[in-house]
């Protein structure tokens, strides 16, 4: 009928001196509430990724899967910050941020992508992105510059 395999795997838990585990991400620290955060995101599993992170900060999320839907939602939409990818169909990361840019200036971009070569983190300072987050992503880096921004 098939087997049963158990193992026990002994597991030291560190604390630093705020309690909290090392790796712990600590939602309740990012309250985002009546802000908006557009993921521009062609992959299915990148995008759910970045929301299911998000989902506990209160944050409203709205996805466009191109360069060019993510133009559209910014023109109606009051959106308070916007993560990037790069690679996408249609119009590529760096185009759409350089219209975003040049529609609200002042509306923060994060590029995240998994091109983390030198030359890519440049080009999305130069077309104004004002941070480059690298996949696969570090969740608190992530909400760390997120926080940064949105406020």
């Known amino acids: 009928m ?3 395999f158990y193992f026990k795997i002994p597991v030291e838990i560190l604390h630093n001196q705020e309690g909290v585990k090392p790796n ?3 939602y309740d620290l990012f309250n985002w509430q009546n802000k908006k955060v557009l993921i521009v995101e062609d992959d299915t599993m990148s ?14 999320i709205l996805i466009a899967k191109n360069g060019l839907d993510a133009i559209k939602l910014v023109n109606e939409n009051n959106i308070d910050l916007v993560l990037m990818d790069i690679q996408l169909p249609d119009l590529n990361g760096f185009e759409a941020t350089k219209k975003i840019k040049s529609i609200k200036k002042d ?13 890519e983190i440049d080009k999305s300072k130069e077309v ?11 969740i608190n880096q992530l909400l760390n510059s997120i926080n940064q921004y949105i406020y």
Do not use: H, W
Request: glycine share 4%.
């Open 24 to 26: 712990d991400t600590r």
């Open 47 to 60: 995008f759910k990724l970045l929301s299911s992170v998000l989902k506990d900060t209160n944050v409203t």
């Open 107 to 119: 509306l923060p971009i994060i590029a995240v992508s998994a091109y983390a070569m030198q030359a």
């Open 2 to 4: 098939g087997s049963n």
């Open 128 to 138: 104004g992105c004002d941070e480059f987050i690298s996949k696969p992503i570090n």
